[in-house]
Structures are given as C-alpha cells and as structure tokens.
C-alpha cells in the first residue's frame, strides 16, 4: 500500500508516514483486536492503571519529540502542542488513573420502591460495567493527539480495544500514539491505527462494538447511517459555532484577551472557538476597539521556529479556500471586515489572516454555517432575555460563554443556554479538563467523551438479578387462579396506590406465591 505523506502547512515541508491500510483488511483487524480485548477485559483496574502511568509518564517524558511530530503535521505553534495537545492527555491520564482506584465497575443496585418486595423474596440486582469490546476512534485533523489519545485512554481504561483512525492530514501523529501505547506496556494490538483514503467509512462498517467519531456533521451523519445498518451505538463529536456574550458589567479587558485566544487558538480550528460574539448595547463599541487592536497585533507565521507567532496556518490548501468562499458569503450578506478577511500572502504556507466581521445580519443563513478557521463576527443586543434567544437559535450547540462580573446573574443565563458547556469568565478551554463532560446537543452530536459520563459511555451496564428461590412461583406466574387479579390490585394499591390495605395485600401475595398441589401430587 502507498505511504502516507504529512504536510506541513506551516511551511509546506513533507514527511514519510505509515503505510497507508487496506480497507479491506480491516473487518479482520478488529476480529483479532476483539481476542487481545478479551484478555484485556480481564486485568484489574489497578493492571490498567499501571499501563496508564508509564503512557503518561512517557507523554511528558517525550513532550519534545511528540511536540514535534503534532507541529509537522499540524503547523500550529510550538506552546499550543504542550498546552492544547500534551497536557489535555496528561491530564487525561491521571484522571484514568484516579477513576480506576474509585469507580466500582460493579454495583449493587437499591430497589427504591421496590425494597421491601425484593428483600422479602430475597432478591437482589447488581450492574456489572462491562466494555464493549473494540471501540472505533475515527478523528478530526485539529487535535490530532488530544482528541483521538484521550477517548483511547477511556476506552481502555474501561477494558476495551481502540483502533483509530486519523485525519489523512495528520498521519504522523496518529501513527505515534500506536507507539505510545505500545511503549507504555499495553498488550500489543490494543491500539492500533490505521490511516488513509477511504478508511474511515470502511471502519464505520468493519464490525466494531461502539464508534467515536469527531468531525463534521455531516460525515457524522453518514457514519451514523452506516452504523445503523448493524445496530452499532455512536458517540458524535461535531461540528460548532461558539457564542461569547459579554454584557454589561464585564470585565472587559479580561473579556477581550480570553476572546482573542478563543477565537484563533489553532488558527479558529477549534469546533468550540468563539465564533459568534454577542456585546450588550452600551459595552459593544469599547469592546470592539479592544478587542480589534489585540487581534491586528497578532503574529501570524511559524510558530515553531518563532515563540511570538499566536495564529499559524490553516490544515491544507482546501481549508484555506474554504476561508475565502466563505468571505465571499460574508460580503454578500452584508457583513463588513473590522481586520483580516483574506489570505495572508507574505508568508509560505496555508495562512488566513485572523478575521473579525461587523454587521452580518442575525438572520442570515450563515449564523448557522460552521466556519471552521479564523473568522469571527460581532453582534449586539439589548436585553439578557434577547442574548439568551440570539445564542440559542442556532443548529449547533457545543460550547459557548457568558461574561460578566455577576456570577449569579452569568450562571442564570448559563443555565438557560443550550450547549453541551458553557463557561462564566472563560471560555474554549474545558476539553483540558478531564473531570468535565464533553459533548453537543442539536447538530453539534450525542453522547459524551471525558468525565465518568464519558467513561460510562464506554462500557455497557450489564445487569445481573438474583433470586435466592425462597417461593417455588412468583404470584404473577402461571397457572392464573382465582384470587390473582385481586392480589395484584391489591399490592397496586397497597403499596402504590393510596397505601390502603397493605397487610391484607402482603397475606395473599405470599398466598399466591405457594404452588397450588396439582390433584395427585402428594
Ligand atoms: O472533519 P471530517 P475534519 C469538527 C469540526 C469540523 C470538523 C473538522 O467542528 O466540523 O470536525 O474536521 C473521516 N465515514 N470537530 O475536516 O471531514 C476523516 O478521514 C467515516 C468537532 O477532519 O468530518 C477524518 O478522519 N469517517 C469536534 C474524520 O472522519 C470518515 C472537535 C473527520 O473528517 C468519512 C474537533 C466517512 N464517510 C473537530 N469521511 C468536537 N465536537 O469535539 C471522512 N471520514
């Protein structure tokens, strides 16, 4: 197979990567994961987090070299490879590890209204959580070491398999966290990737237990269908289109500097940069000269080789293109660019000059178009009410966050916003918290990566009831006999119902539990 080939588009230099897979190899690649699961699935959480030690360990230890490779194919500068990329895995890990010491993979569960039944009978249930087996990791280019390497950390955390599959942009990266893992001491074959053109809708239908998918929503939707055809549960991570509503009593310094790093971090590649910025009438022209003069002293370029570049390039050519189409709509519509708007021509690579965009009306069809690079515009309103509607009619809603220096009155909108995360005083950078859940609501996907939320989500709770066979029939078994329906009636109203008659109902249901001597039976 052909070999893959990583550009970097900070500068347009290339790099040999893996083989590229056979698609139609891969049914038979997660058959034998799914036997090296199967031994996995059996360790001890204390085995598990002793694996998941050494990786972290060997992620800071290699921080250097793992900077490196997440820079040749991403081009993003040097400090967001240990900020945004490292250090969310770290902290990833040793969360990993803290759940292993405390999660009780099996529980047992309390009947509520059911107790005193089930203690009579003696019976009692337990939820043993159980990993699905081999977990499909199919990942976008922006965060090709957080985003792929912390859902594998779950998934194997909880016992299972992952095999991923890497943006083609970013192979070199996808490749190193297979050496991680194995480096790390994990069984070899447990993680694995592969990586090349049509891989990934082949491993949608290759037979894995569970899929996680990040990208677009509308490569989300058709993994969704694919999925669908075998039954097989999904996780989508979409796509986004972040507001950041600053009102009136903000904190407007702060409020601009945390706007600047949300909106171009990873040059606006992020599905929860800011994106739309609603500013309260009254605060909106102070902010906006702040928040411009900081965006116009923004270095561009290669952010490798110099420490004072913030914005580096977009992924590939195509994005870059996609940045102008984009510019185009947004004149066409109206709105008016305040800085940027255009390719930055004075540098080698695939770099788009950090864009702010004034007067885009509110109802045009591009508040709910996902402009994945650095574009941002700027909008007004009047009342709390007003922002909380603007915010929310929108198809996405992943991230999103409120300034201000009532924090009461912040958690009050907060709360009524729809995105999976919203932040008070913050905004962007939540993924970094491994505690945290992460996830969209609307277009913006389902399910949940990170927190025990997400740890749950990779395992499937299997319930075990047990009966102590004290009665040799339940009283809703057959063979029906008179007095029946009455029992039942009567444990319904007893004991649910407006709690008449509870002796009598107990007497004869355990009356109906004994077996009724068939004639001839001694
Ligand atoms: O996505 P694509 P990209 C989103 C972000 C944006 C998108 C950008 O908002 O919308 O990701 O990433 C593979 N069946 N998020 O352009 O094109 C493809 O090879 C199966 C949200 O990479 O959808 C790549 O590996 N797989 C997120 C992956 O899917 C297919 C955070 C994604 O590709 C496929 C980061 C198919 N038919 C980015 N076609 C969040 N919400 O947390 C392509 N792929």
């Excluded at 959580?129 to 594998?152: C, D, K, Q, R, W």
């Excluded at 290759?206 to 097989?232: H, L, P, Q, R």
Aim: hydrophobic fraction near 40%; charged fraction near 25%; proline fraction near 5%.
């Amino acid at each position: 197979m052909d070999r893959m080939v990583s550009v970097n588009p900070a500068d347009l230099s290339e790099t040999a990567g893996p083989e590229a897979t056979d698609p139609g190899t891969l049914a038979e690649t997660v058959r034998s994961m799914r036997e090296t699961q199967k031994a996995w699935a059996s360790t001890s959480p204390k085995e598990r987090a002793a694996c998941v030690r050494r990786l972290r360990m060997l992620l800071s230890d290699r921080a250097d070299d793992i900077a490196l490779t997440i820079h040749r194919d991403t081009g993003k500068p040097r400090c967001e490879c240990y900020s945004t990329e490292i250090l969310s895995c770290t902290a990833m890990a040793k969360y990993c590890e803290s759940l292993l010491r405390r999660f009780r993979f099996t529980e047992k569960v309390d009947q509520g209204p059911m107790s005193l039944m089930c203690m009579m009978l003696g019976r009692r249930s337990y939820i043993e959580h159980v990993p699905y087996g081999v977990i499909a990791v199919i990942s976008s280019y922006n965060f090709p070491l957080a985003i792929p390497m912390t859902e594998a950390l779950m998934a194997v955390s909880a016992g299972n398999a992952a095999i991923i599959k890497p943006s083609s942009d970013t192979p070199l990266t996808g490749a190193l966290i297979e050496e991680l893992f194995r480096q790390a001491g994990f069984p070899e074959g447990l993680v694995r990737t592969v990586n090349g053109r049509g891989v990934g809708s082949a491993l949608a239908g290759a037979g894995a237990d569970k899929i996680v998918f990040t990208g677009g929503t509308e490569t989300g939707s058709a993994v969704m269908a694919s999925a669908s055809a075998t039954v097989t549960p999904v996780i989508l991570e979409l796509g986004g289109k972040d507001a950041f509503v600053v009102l009136d009593d903000a904190d407007l310094e702060r409020a601009a500097n945390c706007a600047v790093w949300s909106s171009f971090v990873n040059s606006g590649q992020v599905c929860v940069s800011t994106k739309r910025i609603y500013l309260q009438e009254g605060i909106a022209e102070r902010f906006t000269e702040m928040f411009v003069s900081r965006v116009e002293a923004l270095k561009q370029g290669n952010g490798w080789i110099d420490e004072e570049v913030s914005v580096g390039p977009m992924i590939n050519g195509t994005e870059l293109k996609r940045m102008e189409e984009l510019c185009s709509m947004i004149e066409e519509e109206g709105g008016r660019f305040l800085t940027g708007g255009r390719r930055n021509d004075s540098l080698p690579g695939y770099y788009f000059l950090p864009t702010v965009v004034a007067d885009l009306p509110e109802d045009s069809p591009l508040t709910d178009t996902e402009m994945f690079g650095p574009i941002v515009s700027l909008y007004t309103f009047g009342s709390d009410e007003e922002a909380a509607d603007l915010v929310n009619d929108c198809c996405f809603a992943l991230g999103g966050s409120v300034w201000t220096e009532d924090i009461a009155r912040g958690r009050r909108l907060a709360s009524r916003l729809h995105p999976g995360t919203v932040d008070v005083n913050n905004a962007t950078y939540t993924f970094g918290l491994p505690a945290t859940p992460w996830g969209g609501r609307h277009l913006s996907g389902i399910g949940t990566t990170h927190a025990e939320e997400g740890f749950r989500q990779m395992m499937h709770p299997h319930h075990v009831h047990v009966d102590g066979g004290r009665f040799k029939r339940d009283a809703w078994w057959m063979p029906y006999r008179g007095g029946g329906a009455e029992a039942m009636r009567g444990l319904n109203e007893a004991f649910f119902g407006r709690g008449r008659g509870k002796v009598s109902a107990l007497r004869s249901f355990l009356r109906m539990c004994r077996p009724k001597r068939p004639p001839g039976f001694p």
